[in-house]
């Protein structure tokens, strides 16, 4: 599917792209402002390929590509980081549902396999509209600097 986006989306595509885990950059605070919230073991940042609008993901600190790799403590810190920004978007946002998921593995799904992650996106009634029917493509209706400043004040 093709993803229509307002044409501030154009400078991250032109801009060189850097090597290595996108979640160990941002944990280093590389890159553009992403991380809306740390805690012990954890961190959450936007997605900025959102399958939709609000789209965020939790990460941990340690480079493990799955959750048998996690400790309990860092499998509870993350799980407790999902529901928070669950409940943030909730409130900033007001979606009808949500999609929470894990993809592992490339052929699970995981676009970056090497660093597991929980997706977190919102969904509204009628939020798969004509766009991806029709012409195969999905409108974001809002800027990431945008839901940034939303989610962080």
Not at 30 to 37: L, Y
Not at 103 to 130: L, M, Q, S
Request: overall charge positive; some cysteine.
């Amino acid at each position: 599917m093709d993803i229509l986006w307002a044409p501030w989306r154009s400078r991250f595509v032109r801009k060189k792209k850097k090597k290595g885990c996108i979640f160990c950059l941002k944990n280093r605070g590389r890159g553009e402002p992403a991380v809306i919230k740390k805690s012990k073991f954890s961190f959450a940042l936007l997605n900025i390929f959102p399958y939709n609008n609000g789209h965020v993901m939790v990460s941990p600190y340690r480079h493990i590509k799955d959750l048998k790799g996690l400790s309990d403590a860092e499998l509870l810190d993350m799980m407790k980081l999902v529901r928070e920004m669950q409940v943030l978007l909730e409130k900033r946002l007001k979606p009808h549902g949500f999609n929470i998921g894990v993809n592992t593995g490339e052929v699970g799904g995981a676009g970056y396999k090497g660093h597991i992650h929980v997706h977190i996106v919102p969904r509204w009634k009628g939020d798969t509209n004509f766009m991806p029917i029709t012409g195969n493509a999905k409108v974001i209706s809002q800027s990431l600097k945008e839901l940034y400043r939303l989610l962080t004040k």
